[in-house]
T-cell receptor, first 112, second 112 residues
Framework: DAGITQSPRHKVTETGTPVTLRCHQT?????MYWYRQDPGHGLRLIHY???????DKGEVSDGYSVSRSKTEDFLLTLESATSSQTSVYFC???????????FGPGTRLTVT | KQEVTQIPAALSVPEGENLVLNCSFT??????LQWFRQDPGKGLTSLLL?????REQTSGRLNASLDKSSGRSTLYIAASQPGDSATYLC???????????FGTGTRLQVTL
């Protein structure tokens, strides 16, 4: 295991509230990613980071922001949660010299 | 825009059977292709990574092939076992920071 944890593992929140999901890795990996998984869509990239304070948008970034102040932590924030953001969120990381990505266990988010 | 398709969406086979899972992608300009396994309620586990210059990779009973020019990859599982039951996902890496584009997966059930 690459030592990737996500918190919380489950969350229920109301429409309009801000939500922050945390990804923590202990492998000193340079790259980190946030994906969402929805039925019929597979996994889609939200944002990624290629170093501390270096982030960029993925395919479905609207309504999400990220921050990476330390190598080990990558935070995903839903500015104002909507029902369309109900999903399972996965974090992944990889070292700079390898293409293989290691995934966390996921966070199931329900927006009511 | 890269699109990844996996056929079939679901497959049920008896134990001991050899099987092939298919993955196709629309843009042949890829850096690598990765196969993952996902158990229900869990994160993704990397199975095999094939570089764009390679034709195949093997790990135990698994063999993955890549035909970049035709936009196809196959995952061959030999002598299937009930423990192989899971969803298998393929993903293509188009190179920029290794952003992966995923297929929607093939759900495999191996019966006794």
């Amino acid at each position: 295991d690459a030592g990737i944890t996500q918190s919380p593992r489950h969350k229920v929140t109301e429409t309009g509230t801000p939500v922050t999901l945390r990804c923590h890795q202990t492998e000193n990996h340079r790259y980190m990613y946030w994906y969402r998984q929805d039925p019929g869509h597979g996994l889609r990239l939200i944002h990624y980071s290629y170093g501390v304070k270096d982030t960029d948008k993925g395919e479905v970034s609207d309504g999400y922001s990220v921050s990476r102040s330390k190598t080990e932590d990558f935070l995903l924030t839903l500015e104002s949660a909507t029902s369309s953001q109900t999903s399972v969120y996965f974090c992944a990381s990889r070292p700079g010299q390898s293409y293989e990505q290691y995934f966390g266990p996921g966070t199931r988010l329900t927006v009511t | 825009k890269q699109e990844v398709t996996q056929i079939p969406a679901a497959l049920s086979v008896p134990e001991g059977e050899n099987l092939v899972l298919n993955c196709s992608f629309t843009d042949s300009a890829i850096y690598n292709l990765q196969w993952f396994r996902q158990d229900p309620g869990k994160g993704l586990t990397s199975l095999l990574l094939i570089q764009s210059s390679q034709r195949e990779q093997t790990s135990g009973r698994l063999n993955a092939s890549l035909d970049k020019s035709s936009g196809r990859s196959t995952l061959y599982i030999a002598a299937s076992q009930p423990g192989d039951s899971a969803t298998y996902l393929c993903a293509v890496d188009t190179g920029t920071a290794s952003k992966l584009t995923f297929g929607t997966g093939t759900r495999l059930q191996v019966t006794l």
